[in-house]
């Protein structure tokens, strides 16, 4: 599977957008980019996903380099609520539908 | 919005016994998986499960481990008899479809705790 790299902490304000850095030199043509995030004591969360555009929803942006070998979550306005571990995971479109999780960026926001 | 429900939330048991974690999925959703998160760690994939098939397993999901879609709406997860590195958050977790295009959604997990 092709690896993703991310800080593994960063702080942000209350109130202010947080955008959280992915590294994925390694992808691959048939990669779709998947963010998700887990709050405390939660279950992961799906948040977005994109595979050459950039992607907006409810939740947050998806910036995605032209290379595609790196791309950003983007919360436009952050909250207390969206403190959580967020992990940036490759899944490629050949029937591997499992989700492959690494350590991820720890989110803290400062009130 | 409907969410996947897990039970119980909190499990204790005795080294050796068996476990049965249980799972409601999204009704409409066809595929089922189980990952774990020892405490600290990564969240690990298990098992994935589709058409009353497991479709895909990990390294940890040994001959101690099952899964069963006993009726049209649970999914549970069986330890047969459990060790006390099995001591983890368990998550299922329910997609509608298959393919990159369709996220997968969480349970909130049980806690297994073996002692």
């Known amino acids: 599977d092709a690896k993703t790299t991310q800080p593994n902490s960063m702080e942000s304000n209350e109130e202010e957008p947080v955008h959280l850095p992915c590294n994925h030199s390694?992808?691959?043509?048939?990669?779709?980019i998947h963010w998700y995030r887990q709050l405390p004591s939660q279950g992961p969360e799906y948040v977005i996903h994109g595979l050459t555009s950039n992607v907006n929803n409810r939740m947050a942006s998806l910036a995605i380099a032209e290379d595609r070998k790196s791309s950003t979550l983007i919360l436009h306005r952050a909250t207390l609520r969206d403190a959580a571990v967020y992990y940036c995971?490759?899944?490629?479109?050949?029937?591997?539908?499992?989700?492959?999780f690494g350590t991820g960026t720890r989110l803290t926001i400062i009130p | 919005e409907p969410e996947v429900t897990q039970t119980p939330s909190h499990q204790v048991t005795q080294m050796g016994q068996e476990v049965i974690l249980r799972c409601v999925p999204i009704?409409?959703?066809?595929?089922f998986y189980w990952y774990r998160q020892i405490l600290g760690q990564k969240v690990e994939f298990l098992v994935s499960f589709y058409n009353n098939e497991i479709s895909e397993k990990s390294e940890i999901f040994d001959d101690q481990f099952s899964v069963e879609r006993p009726d049209g709406s649970n999914f549970t997860l069986k330890i047969r008899s459990t060790k006390l590195e099995d001591s983890a958050m368990y998550f299922c977790a329910s997609s509608e479809a298959l393919g990159v295009a369709s996220p997968l959604h969480f349970g909130n997990g049980t806690r297994l705790t073996v002692t």
């Open positions: 995971i490759l899944r490629t479109n050949f029937g591997n539908e499992k989700l492959t």
């Open positions: 009704s409409n959703h066809l595929y």
């Open positions: 390694t992808i691959s043509g048939t990669d779709y």
